[in-house]
């Protein structure tokens, strides 16, 4: 189930999240081509997820995702979609970006 997308302007990509609701997934987003709206493919990491919220900087070419699971925001290179970082926390993280 998604909870949450955020629309890369740039890229013209669209990043729906998880939210998984018990079931396991090592899928953190939805990748959508926002001009074909075709599902371009996944960005998954080798562990359950459970991704709640995503924000994109379009400039910096970075999406970051909070993840219910591991209380971390997960760094995405939006060129790439790859995980380059994660950012733990100790509480529960929502991502949120204001230009």
């Known amino acids: ?3 949450d997308l955020s629309v890369d302007e740039i890229n013209n990509r669209i990043y729906v999240t998880n939210l998984n609701t018990g079931n ?7 990748v959508i ?5 075709t599902l371009l493919g996944t960005i998954n ?3 359950n997820v459970n991704t709640r919220s995503v924000s994109i900087n379009a400039d910096a070419r970075r999406a970051y995702l909070s993840d219910l699971e591991s ?4 760094v995405i290179d939006t060129v790439t979609n790859n995980v380059i970082q ?3 926390f ?6 949120s970006y204001t230009p």
């Open 1 to 3: 189930m998604s909870s």
């Open 24 to 30: 396991s997934s090592n899928v953190l987003a939805y």
């Open 33 to 37: 081509d926002a001009n074909t709206n």
């Open 45 to 47: 990491l080798d562990r």
């Open 71 to 74: 209380d971390s925001i997960y």
């Open 86 to 88: 994660e950012l733990p």
């Open 90 to 95: 100790r509480a529960f993280a929502l991502a």
